[in-house]
């Protein structure tokens, strides 16, 4: 038995009923990885193997403390981790060293999972491609020449090339929803607040981005997310707990689905992607949804501007410090420099502007969803690129004016917090993945995953293994 191959759940069942040890877990894990990472760069900062061994070990003996008892785990490479190497890809942090954990791996740990080391991402998550001057470049596992995306694509590479059975992934641009449509696995974009955020800084005023989880299975996906959106007092905008896991099985027959498309063709789209975003609609109409296909509902340039704004005026609050000395300066990428450049120079006035717009897309929002139960665009407007290239410049012969602009599909879910469920699409003519994002009211998660099971059941896409190394 190949326990590569089988999901967090299955893993953690076996384990709970003692048929497989954790330390057998732990090897298995190890000697992929060091078959198969230094082809793609997913996994970084791996920690001492025979370090991990004894740690599985002695799990072997204990009790479970959780789900997650004994399972290998890699944490995305924004997060601080308690004694293993925490860059975020920038040159500054190359030696950083925490001696606490961020909130999310030490949920993480207290599930029993084995922190083994972290994934991949763009220099503090900038940017929907996984390269920074630390720890180099992820490829994509089913053609290491191209993209894994980002700035989850480290732990969507990860997932696919099975060098961990789940992972978390953070999404503030499309950065769980793009990685997962480039590498053929499941990402979820919860509710802004279900998952709670470390109580630093600011707490009220930036709400565009969440982490969440990233799996093979929709399963994986809510059982994870139980751990991850544990209510947190120090947090305003926490929500609720629910048992996203319970009840997953249920009948979709009769849902009312609606497909944005490339929203009238203000989003334009590499040849055959929206093709092949239109079998997913194909499977869900099988399942006996009701598709309908939507215009714009909104300007998609009013949406842009709110974003640009509110994004850059958030990344500003978070790296003005190290714009501010001249010697960290030096060490930002231009487009860290770029937004926090925009940043500082957006007035109060700006920002109320941009909030506005936001407040105007959500209402119009709620009323689409008087229609429908769920909403579908694209993951991305690309299929996944050369490595070499930092962001795509043109699609289809229109010329992006940023470094981002290339993934303005997913912004309209951004924007407003909504959840969203990213699903495998299947592959196109060069056998490359691509995936559709599943959106609906804030609230919705429970729903949309039960959605995504289906349409997982239906499908498996995952299941489609890279080619072997």
């Given at each position: 038995?190949?326990?590569?191959?089988?999901?967090?759940?299955?893993?953690?069942?076996?384990?709970?009923?003692?048929?497989?040890?954790?330390?057998?877990?732990?090897?298995?894990?190890?000697?992929?990885?060091?078959?198969?990472?230094?082809?793609?760069?997913?996994?970084?900062?791996?920690?001492?193997?025979?370090?991990?061994?004894?740690?599985?070990?002695?799990?072997?003996?204990?009790?479970?403390?959780?789900?997650?008892?004994?399972?290998?785990?890699?944490?995305?490479?924004?997060?601080?981790?308690?004694?293993?190497?925490?860059?975020?890809?920038?040159?500054?942090?190359?030696?950083?060293?925490?001696?606490?954990?961020?909130?999310?791996?030490?949920?993480?740990?207290?599930?029993?999972?084995?922190?083994?080391?972290?994934?991949?991402?763009?220099?503090?998550?900038?940017?929907?491609?996984?390269?920074?001057?630390?720890?180099?470049?992820?490829?994509?596992?089913?053609?290491?020449?191209?993209?894994?995306?980002?700035?989850?694509?480290?732990?969507?590479?990860?997932?696919?090339?099975?060098?961990?059975?789940?992972?978390?992934?953070?999404?503030?641009?499309?950065?769980?929803?793009?990685?997962?449509?480039?590498?053929?696995?499941?990402?979820?974009?919860p509710t802004f607040?279900?998952?709670?955020?470390?109580?630093?800084?600011?707490?009220?005023?930036?709400?565009?981005?969440?982490?969440?989880?990233?799996?093979?299975?929709?399963?994986?996906?809510?059982?994870?997310?139980?751990?991850?959106?544990?209510?947190?007092?120090?947090?305003?905008?926490?929500?609720?707990?629910?048992?996203?896991?319970?009840?997953?099985?249920?009948?979709?027959?009769?849902?009312?689905?609606?497909?944005?498309?490339?929203?009238?063709?203000?989003?334009?789209?590499?040849?055959?992607l929206l093709d092949?975003?239109?079998?997913?609609?194909?499977?869900?109409?099988?399942?006996?949804?009701?598709?309908?296909?939507?215009?714009?509902?909104?300007?998609?340039e009013r949406i842009?501007?709110?974003?640009?704004?509110?994004?850059?005026?958030?990344?500003?609050?978070?790296?003005?410090?190290?714009?501010?000395?001249?010697?960290?300066?030096?060490?930002?990428?231009?487009?860290?420099?770029?937004?926090?450049?925009?940043?500082?120079?957006?007035?109060?006035?700006?920002?109320?502007?941009?909030?506005?717009?936001?407040?105007?897309?959500?209402?119009?929002?709620?009323?689409?969803?008087?229609?429908?139960?769920?909403?579908?665009?694209?993951?991305?407007?690309?299929?996944?690129?050369?490595?070499?290239?930092?962001?795509?410049?043109?699609?289809?012969?229109?010329?992006?004016?940023?470094?981002?602009?290339?993934?303005?599909?997913?912004?309209?879910?951004?924007?407003?917090?909504?959840?969203?469920?990213?699903?495998?699409?299947?592959?196109?003519?060069?056998?490359?993945?691509?995936?559709?994002?599943?959106?609906?009211?804030?609230?919705?998660?429970?729903?949309?995953?039960?959605?995504?099971?289906?349409?997982?059941?239906?499908?498996?896409?995952?299941?489609?293994?890279?080619?072997?190394?």
């Amino acid at each position: 038995m190949d326990l590569t191959e089988l999901s967090a759940s299955e893993l953690s069942r076996l384990i709970h009923t003692r048929a497989v040890a954790p330390s057998e877990v732990m090897a298995a894990f190890l000697a992929r990885i060091e078959r198969v990472n230094p082809a793609i760069n997913a996994v970084v900062a791996l920690r001492d193997p025979d370090v991990l061994m004894a740690e599985a070990k002695a799990l072997d003996r204990a009790e479970p403390a959780g789900w997650l008892h004994g399972i290998p785990f890699a944490i995305k490479d924004l997060q601080r981790v308690a004694g293993v190497l925490s860059s975020s890809g920038h040159p500054g942090l190359a030696t950083f060293v925490p001696r606490a954990d961020d909130m999310l791996p030490r949920r993480i740990r207290a599930a029993g999972a084995v922190i083994v080391g972290k994934t991949n991402v763009p220099e503090f998550g900038l940017g929907s491609h996984s390269y920074n001057p630390v720890h180099g470049v992820t490829g994509n596992p089913y053609d290491p020449s191209r993209s894994a995306g980002g700035s989850s694509g480290g732990a969507a590479a990860a997932l696919a090339a099975r060098l961990v059975p789940v992972a978390d992934g953070s999404d503030m641009m499309g950065s769980l929803r793009n990685p997962a449509a480039f590498c053929n696995v499941y990402g979820f974009r919860p509710t802004f607040g279900l998952v709670p955020a470390d109580p630093e800084g600011d707490t009220f005023l930036h709400q565009l981005a969440t982490d969440g989880p990233m799996a093979r299975t929709v399963e994986d996906l809510a059982r994870l997310l139980e751990i991850l959106s544990v209510p947190e007092a120090s947090d305003p905008h926490s929500r609720p707990w629910e048992p996203f896991s319970a009840a997953l099985d249920v009948d979709v027959n009769g849902l009312r689905i609606g497909w944005l498309g490339d929203w009238g063709g203000a989003y334009p789209t590499e040849v055959g992607l929206l093709d092949l975003c239109g079998s997913a609609l194909v499977t869900l109409s099988n399942l006996g949804c009701q598709v309908e296909a939507v215009p714009p509902p909104f300007p998609a340039e009013r949406i842009w501007e709110s974003w640009i704004t509110l994004r850059s005026w958030s990344v500003a609050a978070g790296l003005s410090p190290l714009y501010a000395d001249p010697r960290s300066r030096a060490q930002l990428k231009p487009e860290a420099i770029w937004e926090i450049e925009r940043g500082l120079s957006i007035s109060a006035t700006d920002i109320h502007r941009a909030s506005v717009i936001r407040s105007q897309w959500y209402a119009t929002l709620a009323r689409l969803f008087d229609r429908f139960d769920a909403l579908v665009l694209p993951s991305a407007q690309v299929w996944p690129f050369a490595k070499e290239q930092t962001w795509p410049r043109a699609i289809a012969g229109r010329e992006m004016d940023t470094y981002h602009r290339w993934m303005e599909v997913v912004i309209p879910v951004s924007l407003v917090g909504l959840p969203a469920i990213a699903v495998p699409a299947g592959f196109g003519e060069q056998g490359l993945p691509m995936g559709v994002q599943i959106f609906g009211p804030k609230g919705a998660d429970r729903r949309l995953l039960r959605l995504g099971q289906a349409y997982h059941r239906a499908t498996d896409w995952p299941s489609r293994r890279p080619p072997q190394p």
